[in-house]
């Protein structure tokens, strides 16, 4: 956090030397104080606080909007990574506002917790735009939402279940969720259980979270491996990341992932392919990290002053050991 405020400091101060500088050679010019920084030759200044850096689709995600910002010649983007912390976020778009950016883009880490600092940002007359993860605020705090349906994709996950470990006798679930708190967690979850509700020999027998990471899903699932062992039948992780932790987990337990236990998750990243193609991963459920461009679309079109639809939606499909390989090549995260 320190090197952040340096940077924040620094940054201020060379805003206000730049200021003071046009002040001087523009002497009286009554446009300079237009409520906003204004960029480099009338660029849109964006600041954007990501989630973090903690799983395959979160890397492709931020490359996505930093190389659609880079091309984009109207924006100039002020990126800022939260390590997957509320408190780091709240303080980035605080920094923002402080900067007068013109737009503040951001992922949430969490769900709730972010109406009084919305609130700053309406009073400061700087629209927002949620990407990637909802918020449970005033719809009025924000002016779209890009990014995908959580609850579908869960749903998608328990249907392929249903669809592909078919059988009367009791399966047991354990699930490995994503960060406690958040959008994807709360709806993959929520999707899939109201698939499975209707078919009472499916049943989740341990639940918890893995904070969407290789070593958490591969420690969660190693505690779940010692308490329940050979009677877990399924793994649903809500990402990749943390399936391919579990695969890890119950090879060194001795089981062969795939077989002795079926694996579904979430994301859809060239590492869940891999794990398809090897058989050790069953299926995975696309989730498009590639919003960059839409964002840099949506931001061009709040400056315009247009009225955008509240939600965004993300098209996705499905693959699973049938498709994998044949799908490959043509991936892109
Ligand atoms: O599924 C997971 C990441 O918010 C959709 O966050 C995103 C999720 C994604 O860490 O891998």
């Given amino acids: 956090m320190k090197k952040f405020k340096k940077l924040f400091t620094a940054l201020i101060s060379t805003a206000t ?24 030759d009338g660029k849109i200044v964006v600041g954007f606080s990501q989630v973090g850096a903690e799983s395959e689709w979160r890397t492709a995600n931020t490359k996505s909007v930093k190389e659609s910002a880079e091309k984009d010649p109207q924006i100039e983007l002020k990126f800022s990574d939260a390590q997957q912390k509320q408190e780091n976020q709240i303080k980035a778009i605080r920094s923002f506002i402080a900067q007068k950016v013109d737009v503040i883009a951001f992922s949430p880490v969490v769900q709730t917790g972010f109406d009084t600092v919305l609130q700053e940002a309406k009073t400061a007359g700087i629209p927002v735009i949620l990407t990637d993860r909802a918020v449970d605020a005033d719809p009025s705090l924000y002016k779209t939402m890009i990014g995908s349906d959580f609850v579908e994709e869960g749903k998608k996950a328990a249907q392929w279940m249903l669809d592909n470990v078919k059988t009367d006798k009791p399966v047991n679930i354990v699930e490995l969720q994503g960060t406690v708190g958040s959008a994807p967690a709360i709806d993959r979850k929520a999707g899939f ?20 990471t290789r070593t958490k899903g591969k420690e969660v699932m190693e505690a779940f491996l010692k308490s329940n062992g050979k ?16 695969i890890q987990a119950i090879e060194e337990y001795g089981l062969t ?10 994301d859809g990243v060239k590492g869940a ?13 696309e989730c498009n990290p590639l919003l960059g461009e839409q964002l840099m679309q949506a931001i061009k079109d709040v400056k315009a002053g247009k009225e955008l639809p509240k939600w965004i ?21």
């Avoid at 030397?17 to 480099?40: D, E, H, P, V």
């Avoid at 392919?273 to 459920?285: P, Q, R, T, V, Y």
Wanted: proline fraction near 2%; charged fraction near 20%; charge should be negative.
């Fill in 17 to 40: 030397t730049i200021s003071l500088m046009t002040g001087c050679a523009a002497g009286n010019n009554q446009q300079a104080s237009s409520g906003s920084s204004g960029g480099k």
């Fill in 193 to 212: 259980e109201e698939i499975i509700k209707d078919h009472t020999n499916y049943k989740i027998i341990k639940s918890q979270t893995g904070d969407f």
């Fill in 231 to 246: 009677n877990i039948n399924v793994v649903y992780s809500h990402n990749d990341d943390m399936a391919i932790g579990a």
């Fill in 257 to 266: 992932p795939g077989k002795d236990i079926k694996i579904i998750s979430v």
């Fill in 273 to 285: 392919f891999e794990a398809m193609m090897a058989g050790k991963l069953n299926a995975s459920i």
């Fill in 313 to 333: 939606k993300t098209e996705e499909g499905i693959f699973d050991t049938t498709n994998a390989a044949k799908e490959f090549p043509n991936r892109q995260y």
